[in-house]
C-alpha cells in the first residue's frame, strides 16, 4: 500500500520526537523521498512619506568617520561579469556592544538584533519625484502625473498578498495609518476593490477587523490541537490501512502494532499543546497609528498588535504608515518645508538633518524595536525557529534628502524563513562613479549633502529580492510587457541598445517616455536611464539571497 504525501512528509519530519519508519519485510518498501513543509513567511514594511533627512544618517560609521566622507564598508565583493564590485561589511563591526549606536537613525535601540539586520546603501531611483505615491513598495498607480500610457502595477505588499503560494489561506492586507501614509505608499489601499483590506487609523478599529470585534478565538479556549495534529492523526490513519491489508504478515502487523503505539503517545502530547499563542483579548486598544512614533506605550500597542495577528495567522502582509515624531521637539517645530527642505540651516545648535534623524529614531524607539523584541523571543512552530527569522520587516522613508532619488537607505531585519542572509552593512554604489553633487549626477566628491554616494544600483533589484525571498519565482511576478517603451532604442545609452526583454518587477523608469517637453522625464531619459545597465532590472541584489 502506497503512503501518502502527508505520511512521508511526518516520518521524515518527526513531531519532535524520533520516530523510524518500521521495516515491514512483507511489503517491498519503496524509496520515501523527503518533502520539505512550506514555512508561512510574514512581510512588514514600516514606511513614512516625509523624505529620509540626509541619507548618510542611516549608515553604520566608526567614531573616526566624517558624516562628509562616509568611507564604504571594508570587505570587496566580485561579483563578475559586467557588474561591479559590492563593498559589504559587519554590522557587529560597527556595534560592537548592545548598547553601541547602529546608526544615528538607528540609535541603540536595534544594537542587540544586527545579526538578524541588513542595511543597504546605493540603491536609487532612476528619477527625482517628491512625495512619490508608492515608489518605496514599487508600485505605478493612476495618480503618477507623468504616467501616460503605462498600465498601473501593484506594489509588492498587494502582489505577495494576493499571491496563494504566498497566502494560501486569502488573509486580507493590514493598511494601517493615516490616509494620506497609506495611499502614498501602498498602491490602491482604498481602490483595489479584488482585494481585501483591513486597513484603519484607529487601533480599535484595527482590533476588530483583525479578531472580528474580539470574538475570534484565542489559543486554548476551543481545543485548538498542535498545527501538526491533523497531519498526524492522516498518518495514524495510513497505519491502520496498512495493518489491514490482507498482504501484510503476523510479525509486520505485531511492528505495527508497537509503531502506533508509539504515535499515539505522541498524538496525546500535541492535543495538550498550544502554538506560541494566539493570545489578543488582553491587548490594549489605545490611540492611533500615527501617534505611535511619539508614544512608547502606543508604539508598544501597534508592535503588540502585529505581533497577535501574526501568531493567530490573521495576517500574512503587514503596511504601517508612520511619521517621524512632528510637533515641538527640542525646541524646533515640525514643518516639511524647513525640516525636511533646509537640512542645513541651524536650530538650536543643530541642523535641520539632524533633528530630522532623531524625529526618525521615534519609529524605531517606540515600533520596530518592541516588534523585533517580540517576534523574536518566540518561536514559530513550522520549523522551530523564531517568528523573526520567518519574517521580513522594511523600513525606510520617502526619497532622500530634498526629495533626492540616488543612494536610498533600507532597512531589512528577519531572515525570510532562511531565505536571506542577515547581520550586514552593503553599499551597491560603483566606486568609479561618484554622484555626490546638488543634482545627484555630477561629480563632487566630499559634499556635504550626499555623504560621498556614488551611483549604484536600480532600486527595484531590492523589490525583486524580496519577492524571491518570500518565495515567489521569477515566473510568478515578471511581465515583460511593461517595459515596452524602453525596448529597440538606441538612445538610452550604449549599454541600452536596441533591448527586448527586461523581466524583474514594476517599471525601470515611472513616466511614459513618449511625453515630451516634461521635465522629470526628460531628467530621466537624458540623466538617468543612460547611466544604468538595465538588463540587471530583473537581478536579485548580491549578498543578500541564500541558494
Known sequence: MKLTKQSRRMFLQGVGTSLPIPFLASMLPRTVWAQTAEIPRRFISILSNYDIGRNGAWFPRMSSHSMNNLPPPSQVHVVGGSHHNIYHQALRDFVPTNSSNLSMVAGTALSPFVESINILRGLDFIFRYGHDNSQVLG?????????????????IDHFLNNHKSFNPKGLPINFWGPAG?????????????????????????????????GTFPEAGESAKPHPKMD????????????????????????????????????????????????????LVKMGNVASANESAAVGKVVADMITAAILCDTGRVFTIGTGPIGGLFDGENFEHGTTSHQPFSLVNGKYQWQRMAERQNGVIRHILAPLVQNLSSVIDPSNGKSFLYNSLIMNSYENGQVHGYLSHPVMLIGNAGGKINSGQYIDYGDKSK??????????????????????????????????????????????????????GRSDLGAMNVN?????????????????????????????????????????????LLRN
Open 231 to 282: 497531519v498526524l492523526s492522516r498518518v495514524l490513519e495510513d497505519y491502520k490501512r496498512v495493518r489491514n491489508s490482507r498482504n501484510i504478515s503476523s510479525d509486520d502487523k505485531l511492528v505495527l502494532d508497537n509503531a502506533v503505539d508509539k504515535w499515539s503517545d505522541v498524538q496525546k502530547g500535541l492535543l495538550q499543546s498550544t502554538t506560541a499563542s494566539c493570545k489578543h483579548k488582553s
Open 139 to 155: 508600485g505605478l498607480p493612476s495618480s503618477s502625473d507623468t504616467r501616460g500610457k503605462l498600465k498601473l502595477i501593484p506594489t
Open 499 to 543: 533591448l527586448s526583454n527586461l523581466g524583474g518587477y514594476g517599471y525601470v523608469t515611472r513616466g511614459d517616455l513618449s511625453i515630451v517637453g516634461n521635465y522629470t522625464i526628460d531628467q530621466s531619459l537624458k540623466k538617468g536611464l543612460p547611466k544604468y545597465r538595465l538588463s540587471t532590472f530583473k537581478d536579485p541584489l548580491p549578498l
Open 434 to 487: 561618484p554622484a555626490n553633487g546638488a543634482d545627484e549626477f555630477t561629480s563632487t566628491l566630499g559634499s556635504e549633502n550626499f555623504s560621498n554616494n556614488y551611483q549604484g544600483v536600480l532600486y527595484n533589484r531590492l523589490l525583486v529580492t524580496i519577492l524571491q525571498a518570500m518565495g515567489l519565482s521569477a515566473a510568478d511576478y515578471e511581465d515583460n510587457s511593461l517595459e515596452s517603451q524602453v525596448y
Open 181 to 213: 501614509h497609506i495611499e502614498s505608499w501602498s498602491y490602491a489601499a482604498t481602490a483595489d476593490t479584488a482585494t481585501k483590506a483591513a486597513s484603519s487609523y484607529y487601533i480599535s478599529g484595527i482590533y476588530n477587523a483583525l479578531f472580528s470585534n
